[in-house]
């Protein structure tokens, strides 16, 4: 009988050896800390998870890909003969579409990927993390809306030097609102779904699977189709791109849809991470 | 410091601690032993704040883990080398405990060092990594922020047996320092090397603790003879305890010298005559994962 020596763990090449003799660490001069992480330290860490992977490098540059994609087919539709804030406006949805996934994936790595072993056992006191991470890809959020801006701006620029437009560069502060409204609390639904589920697909299935689930069933169940007009975010949130003419129930309807939909997951969601066992 | 008081975890009916209570003092090696499912790895992550238990507390430096400030700068905690973002190079994960832990940069390069992972495989990604060099990040990651305690569960798996003496050498160095040092093992002689205490664990319960010399020693003493019998016989006179052994011989609760001076009086031909030495506890760690296994065939 023949015995073939085989390495337990397949590497792709061979690793260096470790020194005969460990030493032992030394130590860090000064007294240990007896006050917290600063919270500043923990949102620069949350900022850093989102691109320091080829997945959220990818899904950020995706999202600044799909403005500018946006932003071109615009300006090759009429001659690009558009009003400044009509590039803006079109850069909400695509925006809308893709930034809830930074909000999930932030929230819900840490229970796929297993990193809130060491993420937990850091900053134990787990809501700060989570503000960290709800801050963080508001930030994220925040940064494609100002991205949007400026790409908006050189394409409009680009449409008047270029293409004989005569231009309108007036932005209603609004439009501005509006605009920023419907990107920012599609981050704050998918922070809420990310830490409600804490598992990537589902929470993304669900985040996606839920509008078209209202639109079918509202389409079946006549007096669900009334409540969907409550409870519909993409409905709630479409009367944001005339924010100026929204009525009272129409802002009424957007808070309860919120409520439910935002307000509700992410505190349900900090209740549950607090109690859920890290493995 | 670590204090575990009355700890339990149940999940639903079933009992992954039950009541364990033990103490891990500064100076010292403690070895948490237990065959795979004793409920080690529920106590540590308990230790660690990230299970709840259902009663009893857990103290780390007296207070409970998630009233520690920057915990990472007194505890180091190695739960599980795998649960690593893959797509994070090694460098990256160091630099962003540095980061949260407020110590200086050139700490993740020192660490990097000393655990033996070069420049070139510390800009590789995790998903690229081998269990060995997963073990050796998350030891770095553990000893970045300087603590005064260490917990690691099953440090050395994966590691070749060249690591298994570095850590056991880096664990010891750590100890005699006057670090405090808990790790786990389903494996009696790699705790046997480095542990001054040993607290064993089987189906969630402490079946025994103490210092490695009194749980290795208290085994009394193994004789085999021309006549056991008679043996016996003359050492039951001298109001020793005997009982015969599974493999013939006899075990005696009783000093060798003992021992062998009632056989000289009584003229009996020693074949063997040994200290118990670790059978006692090998016996009991053999009992528990066998009881173990079984469990997991009838399963």
Redesign the interface.
């Known amino acids: 009988m023949s015995t073939t020596v085989t390495?337990?763990?397949?590497?792709?090449t061979a690793?260096?050896?470790?020194?005969?003799?460990?030493?032992?660490?030394?130590?860090?001069p000064g007294e240990?800390?007896?006050?917290?992480?600063?919270f500043p330290?923990?949102l620069?860490?949350e900022l850093?998870?989102m691109v320091?992977?080829?997945?959220g490098r990818w899904l950020l540059i995706g999202i600044g890909a799909v403005i500018a994609i946006a932003l071109t087919i615009m300006f090759f539709n009429e001659s690009g003969h558009h009003r400044f804030e009509e590039y803006l406006t079109a850069t909400t949805m695509p925006q809308a579409i893709l930034l809830p996934i930074v909000g999930i994936l932030a929230v819900t790595?840490e229970w796929s990927?297993?990193?809130?072993?060491?993420t937990?056992?850091?900053?134990?006191?787990r809501s700060r993390v989570t503000w960290a991470k709800f801050i963080g890809a508001m930030i994220a959020g925040v940064a494609a809306i100002g991205l949007s801006l400026a790409l908006a701006a050189i394409i409009h620029q680009a449409a008047i030097t270029l293409r004989g437009y005569g231009g309108d560069w007036s932005l209603d502060n609004n439009t501005l609102l509006g605009a920023s409204l419907f990107v920012l609390l599609g981050v704050a639904q998918g922070v809420g779904f990310g830490m409600l589920l804490r598992n990537t697909p589902a929470a993304i299935v669900l985040y996606f699977v839920l509008p078209t689930a209202w639109a079918i069933v509202g389409d079946l169940v006549s007096w669900l189709d009334g409540a969907a007009s409550w409870l519909d975010m993409n409905r709630t949130m479409n009367a944001l791109f005339v924010v100026e003419s929204m009525t009272g129930e129409q802002w009424a309807q957007l808070g309860t849809s919120v409520a439910v939909w935002v307000a509700l997951p992410v505190t349900l969601g900090i209740w549950m991470l607090h109690?859920a066992?890290?493995? | 410091m670590i204090h575990v008081d009355r700890l339990t975890k149940r999940y639903g009916p079933f009992t992954a601690v039950d009541d364990i209570s033990f103490e891990v003092r500064p100076g010292q090696v403690t070895g948490f032993l237990g065959p795979n499912g004793a409920g080690k790895s529920t106590a540590m992550?308990i230790m660690?704040?990230?299970?709840?238990a259902t009663s009893g507390t857990a103290t780390v430096l007296g207070r409970a883990?998630?009233h520690?400030?920057?915990?990472?700068?007194?505890?180091g905690?190695l739960?599980?080398a795998?649960?690593?973002?893959?797509?994070?190079t090694g460098r990256?994960?160091l630099s962003?405990?540095a980061?949260?832990?407020?110590?200086?940069r050139r700490?993740v390069d020192?660490?990097l060092d000393?655990?033996?992972?070069?420049d070139k495989?510390a800009a590789r990604r995790v998903r690229?990594?081998?269990?060995?060099?997963r073990q050796?990040l998350g030891i770095a990651?553990a000893?970045l922020?300087?603590p005064?305690v260490l917990i690691l569960d099953e440090p050395a798996n994966?590691l070749d047996p060249?690591?298994i003496r570095?850590?056991r050498?880096?664990l010891r160095?750590?100890a005699n320092?006057g670090g405090t040092v808990l790790l786990s093992s389903h494996l009696l002689n790699e705790i046997e090397r480095v542990a001054d205490e040993i607290i064993v664990i089987g189906h969630g319960r402490i079946v025994a603790q103490g210092t490695k010399d009194a749980l290795l020693s208290g085994a009394g003493t193994y004789v085999r003879s021309t006549d056991d019998a008679g043996l016996a016989a003359a050492l039951a006179l001298e109001d020793v305890s005997v009982s015969p052994a599974a493999t013939g011989g006899l075990h005696v609760d009783a000093e060798p010298m003992t021992v062998g001076q009632v056989a000289a009086a009584s003229g009996v031909v020693l074949v063997e005559l040994r200290s118990g030495d670790s059978r006692g506890l090998e016996d009991m760690f053999l009992e528990l994962t066998a009881a173990t296994a079984r469990e997991e065939v009838a399963a």
């Open positions: 390495e337990p763990v397949a590497s792709p690793e260096s050896p470790l020194r005969a003799t460990a030493r032992i660490p030394e130590r860090i240990r800390p007896t006050a917290a992480i600063p330290r923990l620069l860490v850093r998870k320091d992977t080829r997945a790595a990927q297993r990193t809130g072993l060491v937990y056992t850091l900053e134990p006191r109690r066992e890290v493995k | 992550r660690a704040g990230l299970t709840p883990y998630g520690l400030p920057n915990p990472g700068r007194h505890v905690v739960l599980d795998s649960a690593q973002h893959a797509g994070r990256e994960i962003l405990s980061i949260m832990m407020g110590v200086d700490r020192e660490m000393l655990v033996g992972l070069t495989e690229n990594y081998s269990l060995g060099m050796r990651n000893l922020g300087d005064e994966g060249a690591g570095w850590m050498d880096l160095g750590y320092q």
